[in-house]
């Protein structure tokens, strides 16, 4: 079967993002019409030349209680070189950054239950750096403002223009590449958990004043697990904090090496290996530093 390539793409249309309550269908249409132009373009270009960039895009999660909304701003973001998740619950939020990270955070700020505000607020009080988008069909200058200092990185109010999205979500990325490596936490901060001491800025263990030998890649792992605590966090997001956003993964760069870092890691610091306290198990999730050695609710 061969592509018809000589069809010039036609011109974008101008469109506006709305709640879906007053999301005309001219902007709907818009959106799809934009959504439909791309994907003739690219119907040229070879499957694998995507298989090979699509780990390069950046990642963007987004929270909408509104089906269409979600719809519409999964498949244009899509359309413009981001790997796009939607959750529609704070409950499935929490569960896919317990699993990987993001680049980016969408947040709506009407959600019904937690509200974007609150979910923001509790996000950056337990440390996570995620870049966070707000998006509210309010326009109060007040809320924008209660919104970056709940912690949100910038403020878009409902009607937008999907392209005017597109080029924050983009700006967010490249400064977060830029400043961050997505880690959180000072480099000059120092863990103490039972008889440990552990010194992110000289990179080091200390037991009782004695120190205790770690490789960098059981170092990074206990750094990101020690910034997390009592978070459950997915070996995929343990990879990519371990990492930070311009690291090398080498020594932990698959889920089963996580897996065997922590068995290192647990025979170094735990008593009893077999019954850790310090990094516990949470069974379909991955793991969980617990500095005080309470047992997870979720470990059995």
Known sequence: MTNDCSATPQQELETIATPTETLGLHARLS??????TRRRSIQCVPRAFFEEIRLSEPSILIL????????LLQRYLGSQGFAVQVATSSQQLDTFLARRSYDVLVLDLMMPGESGLEICRRLRA????????MLTAKGDPVDRIVGLEMGADDYLPKPFEPRELAA???AMVRRQKMFGDGTGGSSEETIQFGPFRLDLGSRTLMREGEPVALTS???????????NPGRPLGR?????????????????ATDRSIDVQVLRLRRLIEDDPAAPRYIQTVWGVGYLFAPNGMRAQAEK
């Open 217 to 227: 890649g059981e170092f990074a792992l206990l750094r990101a697990l020690a910034r």
């Open 31 to 36: 959106i799809r019409a934009i959504v439909d």
């Open 168 to 170: 924050r979500l983009h």
């Open 236 to 252: 995929e997001r343990l990879i990519a904090l371990a990492a930070g956003r311009n690291g090398v993964r080498s020594e932990l």
């Open 64 to 71: 909408d209680d509104e089906a269409e909304m979600r719809a």
């Open 126 to 133: 337990a440390g996570d750096t995620i870049p966070i988008m």
